[in-house]
């Protein structure tokens, strides 16, 4: 009999599970931050507050283009978590032949419109006149990447959704260290700025997607695929609609929090380019504060998909339980070291006396990032899992719009707290999902199939 790749976590120790599968997804979203990080550090570092602030804005630019890979990766990941949970395991292959066919045309379409406006947008953003060539290499470069970034989520959605986060790790692992190499080369030998910087992550980006896409194909039968052309040039009705209808509010929500960013940034970098770089450190803190968080919550997602399908609640409670204990005790850790060793942390970006002194003040707003991040996690497990799309409806807009620039410009704005008040309404946004999920758990309506 072939071996099977799939997991089924609808029994067994929960905290065993969620921790076994969890730790290469926290491994995972370690490197990607580092990935990241590494073209700021290098770049700030070799031309100072320039071109961080030049990195920072591309790099808001190009994360908001990938809200549709993040929502409809996620909602795929779910998906497929459900099929195994109710044991129709023969649908994997169509479904996994429509959602990358359509996805891949998503990120086509988006490139286009991104390299056509990259220049009304940069002026939107306010990006500042001495990062704004730098910014428009960075993004223009990136924008040209898209399909690798869209192209590696599919591949990764697919392979959590069954259960393997170990896979996923290795071969962000390679884009990570080949990053390394190519910045330190493009921008120290080559001295190519962050024209460099931005091509460094694209290359290694585009070597991951082909390695794990060619390792899922050749051990597609351990996954129980059974792949045929059709089911990547024939999109399945049914299948399409269901990835749309829970994948739209996901994408919504991706999208909604992206924008809500380049909102805040836009006003954030008009308060000078030492305020924009800070701005991009700031931005590395917040997505230190979601390393276990994103962990957890898509470990949590994919258990909770498959324990919903099968009905199993008691389990479900119990995900939520072990989601808690884990995520708020890391944020706690994480909290101590940036509020002991702050000056240290900080200067891991940059020397810059101008951008370090903004340092200080932004502490606090650093520990609110922390633990906001682990209380959504636990929430958006359940609400993701349960597949309901009305209520990450809700979630997107109350969380990336309402609260996100609400909350943003009623400090930054009205209460005149300036860039620190955008922070601050940034990190308190963070914690909605908590509280629409809390009203979701107790109305009981997570136990319904949409």
């Known amino acids: 009999m072939q071996k099977t790749e799939i997991r089924d976590f609808t029994h067994g120790n929960i905290m065993k599970q969620l921790l076994v599968f969890s730790w290469p997804l926290f491994l995972s979203n370690m490197l990607q931050v580092v990935y990241n990080m590494v073209d700021m550090i290098i770049v700030g570092n070799r031309y100072g507050k320039v071109g961080l602030s030049a990195v920072s804005v591309g790099g808001d630019v190009t994360n908001f283009l990938t809200f549709l890979a993040i929502g409809f990766a996620n909602a795929g990941q779910v998906i497929i978590a459900k099929y195994i949970g109710e044991g129709r395991r023969d649908k994997l292959s169509r479904f996994v032949g429509t959602m990358s066919a ?27 006149d001495a990062s704004f060539s730098g910014a ?18 599919i591949v990764s959605a697919v392979l959590r959704g069954m259960g393997d986060s170990k896979h996923p ?13 190519l910045d330190v080369v493009f921008i120290y030998v080559f001295d190519m700025g962050p024209y460099g910087a931005a091509l460094a992550t694209v290359i290694s980006q585009g070597v991951s997607f082909v390695c794990c896409t060619i390792f899922l194909f050749r051990h597609r039968e351990r996954f129980e695929l059974k792949f045929e052309l ?26 909604s ?24 450190i700031a931005n590395k803190i917040a997505s230190i504060s979601n390393l276990v968080s994103a962990a957890m919550n898509t470990a949590g997602s994919t258990m909770m998909g498959q324990n919903l399908a099968a009905r199993k609640y008691d389990r479900a409670v119990g995900i939520m ?58 929430m958006n497990a359940l609400i993701n899992g349960s597949g309901n799309y009305r209520v990450n409806f809700a979630t997107a807009i109350l969380d990336g719009i309402v609260m996100r620039i609400g909350l943003a410009l009623l400090f930054g704005l009205a209460l005149g707290m300036k860039h620190y008040g955008f922070w601050l309404g940034d990190a ?23």
Request: charged content about 10%; aromatic content about 16%; some cysteine.
């Open 321 to 378: 339980r072990a989601l808690a204990k884990v995520t708020l005790s890391a944020a706690t850790v994480i909290s101590l070291v940036i509020v002991i060793f702050p000056s240290q942390v900080f200067r891991i970006f940059t020397s810059d006396a101008e951008v370090l002194a903004l340092g200080g003040k932004y502490v606090p707003i650093a520990v609110l990032l922390f633990f906001g991040a682990a209380c959504r996690a636990i």
């Open 257 to 280: 929090v992206q924008f809500s960013k380049l909102f805040v940034n836009s006003w954030i970098n008009s308060y000078g380019t030492a305020v924009s770089g800070f701005a991009g």
């Open 428 to 450: 308190l946004a963070g914690f909605t999902p908590f509280w629409v999920g809390l009203i979701f758990y107790f109305s009981g309506k997570w136990k319904k199939e949409e």
């Open 230 to 255: 059709r089911d990547f040039t024939k999109w399945d009705g049914e299948m399409l609609s269901d990835l749309i209808k829970l994948g739209t509010p996901m994408a919504i929500k991706s999208a």
């Open 102 to 128: 359509f996805l891949f045309a998503c990120a086509a379409v988006l490139s286009v419109l991104g390299l056509t406006f990259r220049t009304q947008i940069l002026a939107l953003m306010n990006t500042p």
């Open 169 to 181: 790790f290795v071969f962000i692992s390679i884009a990570a260290v080949m990053n390394l190499v």
């Open 136 to 153: 428009m290499d960075y993004s223009t470069v990136c924008m040209a990447g898209l399909l690798f970034i869209y192209g590696y989520n």
